[in-house]
């Protein structure tokens, strides 16, 4: 316990987290009536938050999501029988589909024919791809949790005067005085970055996989650095600039899920507005802009600035990034080049149902990280593509 303590005193040095001749004797005794920030009132709370999350998430898909589900028409996927064999799942993780020769000598060293090889390896793939009713789940809780993080995020906001002018984040600099709503507004973020952390194995794995990881560790550190730092009403705006897009883009790919091709086109449109006023302009000149210049006329420059700032701006490449991947998706929309149709799923709007994937099974498709291309075919395609092999 000497040893942790003496970690946590040297991490949370004064000098680094806090301007001027702050110290933490003044967080922890603020004037009466007021309530400053300490980090160990988020971390435990939070943690402890996101676990009880996950009991939520069982209860809200078991009870309502899967039930809406199979009235929408989707079933679980099949699972087929598969025996185990060391020598054939060592091969599959170098190599999802082996060639000919490489059957042929497998063949040699199992005993197996070569049809049971390949039937084999169809059906371990089968295994990797999620089907069409777990997705639907994952974006049901995305598309609850957001929606309601983001109202939720406008009620409590919606009377703070930094919410209209964003100079007010940083008067007073950062003894500032924090309400309960805005706390558990911080702590409920937190708990929910927890339980995507905590779900990140048994979710689908995305193509952006590791951005989606570094955004979700990213945000994390901005929640919990700022909340020690008091800088909780800039970390508000973020959040809420973040949670204004997300439940667009979960709804779309529902709508996808259940087939309601006019249903999935308008949110995604919603979607890829919201997304470029947000992302590529609040965010970056609104917010970051008064993290990086509008904070300077009420707080000198202090380590700290530099790690929060430096975090902002990594999420503002994060949205460049995933920016250039929507675009490419709406390019293929409109022009059907299948050049363009391989992207991030998760900006997915379409996974191609069960023909796609299929088709991935069988070998018809790429296939990156055992996840289906982002963007389906579009129903004229699949038409053509239903003439063509009858």
Avoid at 64 to 80: C, E, Q, S
Avoid at 308 to 329: A, E, F, K, P, S
Wanted: charged letters at 25%; proline letters at 5%.
């Amino acid at each position: 316990m000497a040893t942790v303590q003496a970690f946590r005193d040297w991490f949370w040095n004064e000098k680094v987290w806090l301007p001027g001749n702050l110290t933490w004797k003044e967080f922890e005794n603020p004037p009466p009536g007021e309530y400053y920030p300490l980090e160990k009132h988020i971390l435990l709370p939070s943690f402890l938050l996101g676990i009880i999350l996950l009991g939520v998430r069982f209860v809200y898909e078991r009870c309502l999501v899967v039930p809406f589900a199979k009235y929408m028409g989707l079933t679980f996927k099949k699972r087929y029988a598969l025996e185990k064999n060391p020598t054939l799942e060592a091969v599959y993780t170098a190599d999802k589909f082996p060639e000919q020769g490489k059957i042929q000598e497998l063949s040699k060293k199992t005993s197996l024919t070569e049809r049971q090889i390949q039937r084999w390896f169809r059906h371990r793939r089968s295994r990797d791809i999620p089907g069409r009713m777990k997705k639907f789940r994952e974006c049901s809780w995305h598309f609850l949790f957001y929606s309601f993080s983001f109202f939720g995020g406008l009620y409590v906001l919606w009377d703070k005067p930094y919410f209209w002018d964003s100079k007010y984040c940083w008067v007073s600099g950062v003894r500032q005085h924090v309400p309960n709503d805005i706390y558990w507004y911080y702590t409920i973020e937190l708990a929910f970055y927890w339980n995507l952390v905590f779900t990140l194995v048994t979710d689908h794995k995305r193509k952006d996989f590791k951005e989606l990881v570094v955004h979700h560790i990213v945000t994390m550190m901005l929640i919990y650095f700022s909340f020690a730092s008091n800088q909780i009403r800039i970390g508000t705006l973020v959040l809420l600039v973040h949670d204004s897009v997300d439940f667009w883009l979960a709804g779309a790919k529902m709508a996808n899920y259940v087939k309601k091709a006019t249903l999935t086109d308008t949110l995604f449109g919603v979607f890829f507005v919201v997304w470029l006023f947000t992302r590529l302009y609040v965010y970056p000149f609104r917010v970051v802009w008064s993290a990086t210049f509008q904070s300077l006329d009420h707080l000198p420059i202090w380590p700290a600035y530099w790690i929060l700032n430096g975090l902002l701006w990594v999420l503002q490449i994060l949205h460049v990034i995933w920016t250039y991947m929507i675009v490419r998706i709406m390019a293929t929309k409109f022009t059907g080049d299948k050049k363009l149709k391989d992207l991030s799923s998760d900006t997915e709007v379409s996974t191609g149902g069960e023909e796609e994937e299929e088709d991935i099974i069988q070998g018809k498709t790429s296939v990156s990280n055992g996840c289906p291309p982002a963007l389906s075919r579009s129903p004229k395609a699949a038409d053509s593509r239903k003439k063509r092999r009858a």
